[in-house]
């Protein structure tokens, strides 16, 4: 396992879009490893593989109640909406009033290829549509309606 320098805004792969991946293997293994020291290391809250220069659709989120790892996560369900404070490891210094849905249901693939589904709301909803955003090369500063600087 290894912490990983995060990728900050100006890198181009974080306005890629990730590629999905087609099977697990030891590297995918790896990589959620790597990605949840990483995020720990950083006291952050979630972590997208473009954010330490990998374009494939994993993410890591623990919002305080546990490590969750996804693999080709997906929104499948959202309702409501709401607006609070979001910051990101890739956007030091920066954050901003950011509307996200209130409630999401989100599927992906845990580390042993079995589909999973998670009902979220609050900090993990937020948390994972933050997340599956860097997926699809989206930060959240594209999505702020105020930007606050710290």
Do not use: W
């Not at 845990?110 to 948390?127: D, F, P, S, T």
């Not at 997340?131 to 309606?145: C, N, Q, S, T, V």
């Amino acid at each position: 396992m290894a912490v990983y320098k995060i990728v900050e805004i100006g890198d181009p792969i974080l306005k890629e879009k990730c590629r999905p991946v087609n099977k697990i293997t030891p590297n995918i293994i790896k990589l959620l490893d790597d990605m949840a020291d990483t995020m720990y290391d950083a006291n952050g809250v979630g972590l997208a593989a473009p954010q330490i220069g990998v374009g494939k659709r994993v993410i890591v989120v623990d919002v305080g109640d546990g490590l969750i790892e996804l693999v080709n996560p997906e929104i499948v369900h959202r309702e409501g909406s709401e607006t609070d404070v979001e910051g990101c490891l890739s956007i030091p210094g920066i954050q901003g009033q950011v509307p996200r849905y209130a409630k999401v249901r989100v599927r992906g693939m845990n580390r042993e290829g079995n589909r999973v589904e998670y009902e979220a709301e609050g900090l993990l909803a937020r948390a994972f549509q933050h997340e599956i955003d860097h997926l699809e090369g989206i930060l959240f500063i594209d999505r702020a309606k105020e930007i606050i600087k710290k």
